[in-house]
């Protein structure tokens, strides 16, 4: 390889690179899949292997980043246009812009721009090329090669084809989720073995701004159009939960079952229903196959399970002294981790001037030593001002999401109001969170803190890594490397903008434009704990919950609806955007008039249930991710607000049977309903099961971790609140059918199989008669209301507040029951 000879730079134009990225896939396959690859300037796909265990490094490189004014040249931070933060790399029709001068400059070459030829002519290390705006064809050193973009100039920038350019300059180019590195072999990292490495260097080239001082911060949310957060008096509130609950190398569905599967014969007993595999989400009951973990009125009780015969409290823990309130805990083989709401003083301003004082609220997460199960110790405690939003861990990772409310007013002056967090790794130290470690997203702030945080279980003494953002999340979903926080506003957008390629929507109110919602994605790089800001998307519409959104094959997909059904104006979509979360394709204008009641994203499929009157089940084909298409249909009464894969070719939906009366229908009992999808062009449902009458209801409809599913034994079953009319011919004056009165209250549990559907094995409570009596027309006793079913081997478990009672799978035989209240 040539060396370069540097050379000065004449500022004749400005003039930027097209960097066509295109991922190598083992077979020549070539596609945008974020199994990426290194795409080298000599098509040598070898740079990057994931069979490489070399350490690289940038040193020499030109390190830049999709979006971002930052770069590194030879490791030495630099701005990529000293004059312009327009000028960034782009990506423009599947194509990633970067500006050539700056490279060219990084490199030591000579530019020399012919304005009345429109020719450009490099030169480094004796080496020339020259190229002509609009011409598809370069000559390097008297050698014509021809370019798939010629060079054009946009905006006063020239731009040219990077891929070819680094051939000229005899460079290769690594590229993973927006991050390029222009340089030599040493600098084409393995993105399997070195993700972390890769992960600190977007980190310093992919920087958001910073808010850096209290007078900044009330200048940006002065300026946020979409709220009016300089305020004299509070009315907004703080968005703390999940609204359901709630990669590159994500497993697909088959992987997915597979690998429950492969779990189920190892330990034999069942774990928390999540949506990701490997990705475990936190839950208010969890079991390692011995014990069971009980998230229960302010304590977590903890029992030793199995055998069920032989059952027994083993110990109780108490958070008064914590000043918290469990919400939900994981397990592993040593540790208990318990995220619990906190009271505590934090960074909260009171002024006499104002009616009222800030909550001080907080989120604890604390970790346990479980080996000794009667004499259990507190090993870690990390606490962050803010409510908890979600959390998820993988491996020995929690990954945790707060908002902290900003409370500003117009004369407020320099006031501690950024979060404070303490982390007994910093020996108990109280950290409030710098102006200068805070960061922001242009043109989408809000009046909240995000705070992202990341716990490494394995090693107790590293504090957490916190990341601060002003801004909100309501939902998040999380691939095996990837986290996606999702916030829904109200907004304007141009109609004409949202129905094209480039999906620009703009949360100012603009001429012409129409008000509605749109959903902000922030995706974030998840390693170790250390979590890494990459990108942020927008689409049209309002989503539903966590199911919502799916990553696969190194594309993000989002299911949304647009406006109200009650108006008739609705309409529900789905987008796909690619990895650095632009547009890739859309499928719009689904069942107008109706809006979305459930989807499931499984592998190249998208599932999808609507509902007004009757049920569509969508079948909707993502195998090409520039062109989505729905497959088939299929129209039935009731809707389901859960999905849940069987197989491959079979979904279960768990909703609620509906009865048209006039213009309008109206939900009756609980509904289970095996649909086949084998022939994706006729949908059919297979099998269905109605619970109870009007009013029956179970937590698996808004949660899905209710659900106790294994395919393995045949196996459904979740809590249901069952409503019974006890006089079938009772009918309110308007036509419609009563409400039904309490009835039943505890675990259906289901057989379940492709030839007979459902059949029910029985079901199990623990309420006396009497209790159910008394429970009245329309509520149960909260204290006995069966909540969550497990089993470990042979033994079927379910829990409430107040017992958990020890049944045999096969036949339901009850073995034992414990009080826990």
């Keep these: 390889m040539r060396k370069s000879t540097k050379l000065a730079l004449i500022s004749l134009a400005v003039i930027s690179v097209i960097v066509p990225i295109t991922i190598i896939k083992a077979g020549n396959e070539s596609t945008n899949n974020s199994a990426q690859k290194v795409l080298a300037a000599n098509n040598d796909n070898t740079s990057g292997s994931t069979a490489s265990v070399k350490k690289h490094n940038t040193k020499g490189a030109v390190v830049l980043y999709v979006g971002s004014t930052q770069a590194l040249v030879n490791n030495v931070e630099k701005q990529v246009d000293k004059e312009s933060e327009d000028v960034k790399p782009f990506v ?72 070819k350019l680094a051939e000229a300059f005899e460079k290769e180019v690594f590229y993973d989720r927006g991050l390029i590195i222009i340089g030599s072999k040493d600098n084409m990292y393995n993105i399997t073995e070195e993700k972390s490495e890769i992960d600190s260097i977007i980190a310093k080239v ?118 918290a309130y469990p919400i939900e805990l994981y397990i592993d083989k040593k540790y208990m981790t318990v995220v619990a709401s906190s009271s505590n003083s934090g960074n909260e301003v009171y002024d006499e001037r104002y009616d009222y004082k800030p909550a001080a609220n907080g989120t604890k997460v604390i970790v346990y030593d479980i080996l000794d199960k009667r004499n259990i ?93 002003l801004g909100a999340g309501q939902n998040i979903y999380s691939s095996l490397d990837n986290l996606y926080v999702s916030i829904t506003s109200n907004s304007a957008y141009r109609a004409e903008l949202a129905d094209s390629k480039k999906l620009r929507v703009s949360p100012a109110v603009v001429p012409n434009g129409s008000m509605g919602q749109t959903t902000k994605v922030y995706k974030f790089s998840l390693n170790n704990s250390q979590i890494t800001y990459l990108k942020e998307g927008t689409v049209p519409g309002r989503i539903l919950n966590q199911f919502s959104m799916d990553e696969n094959g190194g594309y993000f997909r989002i299911a949304t609806t647009i406006g109200s059904e009650f ?42 249930v609507t509902f007004k009157k009757v049920d569509p089940f969508f079948v909707i084909d993502l195998k090409d991710p520039a062109s989505p298409k729905i497959l088939g249909a299929l129209k039935i009464p009731g809707y389901s607000d859960y999905l849940h894969p069987y197989d491959e070719n079979h979904i279960i939906g768990f909703g609620k049977d509906t009865e048209v009366y006039g213009s309008n229908a109206y939900y009756q009992g609980m509904k289970i309903a095996l649909f086949d999808v084998t022939d994706v062009s006729n949908p059919v449902q297979k099998f269905q099961e109605i619970i109870g009458d009007r009013g029956t209801d179970s937590e698996l409809l808004r949660n899905h971790k209710a659900l106790l599913f294994s395919k393995e034994k045949n196996l459904i079953a979740f809590p249901v609140n069952e409503m019974k009319i006890q006089n079938k011919n009772t009918q309110k004056m308007n036509g419609v059918v009563e409400y039904g009165s309490a009835y039943f209250q505890g675990a259906y549990v289901y057989n379940i199989d492709l030839v007979k559907g459902f059949t029910l094995k029985g079901k199990i409570t623990h309420m006396s008669d009497e209790d159910t009596l008394k429970s009245g027309q329309y509520d149960f006793n909260h204290e006995k209301s069966v909540q969550r079913i497990l089993y470990i081997g042979d033994t079927l478990y379910t829990l409430s507040n107040s017992m958990i009672k020890a049944n045999d799978l096969k036949g339901l035989t009850e073995k034992k029951s414990v009080l826990v209240n």
């Design 377 to 469: 110790k507190k090993v870690r405690e990390f606490e962050i001002d803010g409510g908890y939003v979600s959390s998820r861990k993988i491996g020995a990772s929690v990954y945790l999401v707060s908002n902290k409310y900003v409370y500003v007013y117009s004369d407020s002056k320099d006031e501690k109001i950024t979060p404070c967090y303490s982390d007994t790794a910093l020996k108990g130290k109280k950290v409030s969170v710098q102006y200068s470690d805070i960061r922001y997203f242009p043109n989408s702030s809000g009046n909240n803190f995000m705070v992202i945080s990341g716990i490494n279980l394995d090693k107790m003494d590293e504090p957490a890594k916190v990341g601060t953002y």
């Design 92 to 163: 423009k029709d599947g194509r990633t812009l970067v500006p050539v001068r700056f490279i060219a400059e990084s490199f030591g070459a000579k530019v020399d721009w012919n304005e009345k030829t429109s020719t450009i002519n490099l030169s480094i290390g004796g080496r020339n090329v020259n190229m002509e705006i609009g011409k598809a064809a370069m000559n390097i050193s008297g050698k014509a090669v021809s370019i798939d973009v010629p060079p054009e100039i946009t905006e006063g920038r020239t731009y040219i084809p990077l891929r």
């Design 206 to 323: 992919n920087n958001l701004p910073v808010v850096g001082s209290f007078e900044k911060l009330k200048s940006i949310l002065k300026s946020d159009i979409n709220n009016n957060i300089i305020k004299r008096k509070r009315s907004s509130i703080e968005i703390t939960t999940d609204s359901v609950e709630k990669s590159i190398n994500a497993p697909t569905w088959t992987q997915a079952v597979k690998e429950n599967a492969k779990a189920e014969a190892k330990g034999d007993y069942s774990t928390t229903n999540v949506q990701v595999q490997g990705v475990d989400e936190a839950d208010i009951v969890k079991t390692d196959g011995e014990y069971i973990y009980q998230v229960n009125k302010g304590r977590i009780v903890v029992v030793k399970a199995y055998p069920g015969e032989d059952m027994e409290v083993m110990s109780s823990i108490s958070f008064t002294s914590e000043k």
């Design 567 to 608: 108006g008739g104006s609705s309409k529900n979509n789905v987008y796909i955007l690619d990895d650095i979360l632009n547009l890739k394709g859309k499928i719009e204008n689904i069942a107008p008039g109706e809006r979305i009641y459930s989807t499931r994203f499984m592998g190249d499929r998208c599932y999808m």
